[in-house]
Nanobody
Framework: QVQLVQSGGGLVQPGGSVRLSCVGF????????IGWFRQAPGKEREGVSC????????YYVDSVKGRFTMARDIDKNTVYLQMNSLKPEDTAIYYC?????????????????????WGQGTQVTVSS
């Protein structure tokens, strides 16, 4: 059974940084695409970034390009989202998600409907 467990987040000042972690259980990252999503109050869930199983493809939504970076550690079966230069509009609950895509696939996209397994979510609040 695929399970994703998130950690990180919290309250951070504008311009600050935070790193989110997402540990996968019951599957191997090399066979799954991973995405990060966020949902602010009253808004729809938004795709932030995704990482293909081959790690050859990484996509970011325009609003976070140059500020957020995804990375993965195969040995720990963990994906990270490093968020720098945070803005108040980045405030949201952040979710990691996974979908089986096959070994060495370059596929990933930012559509929530693509992903079948979700982490529990973690709050990131950017405020002074």
């Amino acid at each position: 059974q695929v399970q994703l467990v998130q950690s990180g987040g919290g309250l951070v000042q504008p311009g600050g940084s935070v790193r989110l972690s997402c540990v996968g259980f019951g599957f191997t990252l090399e066979y799954y695409a991973i995405g990060w999503f966020r949902q602010a109050p009253g808004k729809e869930r938004e795709g932030v970034s995704c990482f293909s199983s081959s790690a050859e493809s990484t996509y970011y939504v325009d609003s976070v390009k140059g500020r957020f970076t995804m990375a993965r550690d195969i040995d720990k079966n963990t994906v990270y989202l490093q968020m720098n230069s945070l803005k108040p509009e980045d405030t949201a609950i952040y979710y990691c998600a996974a979908v089986a895509s096959g070994y060495g696939s370059s596929k990933c996209d930012l559509s929530p409907s693509t992903f079948s397994s979700w982490g529990q979510g973690t709050q990131v609040t950017v405020s002074s």
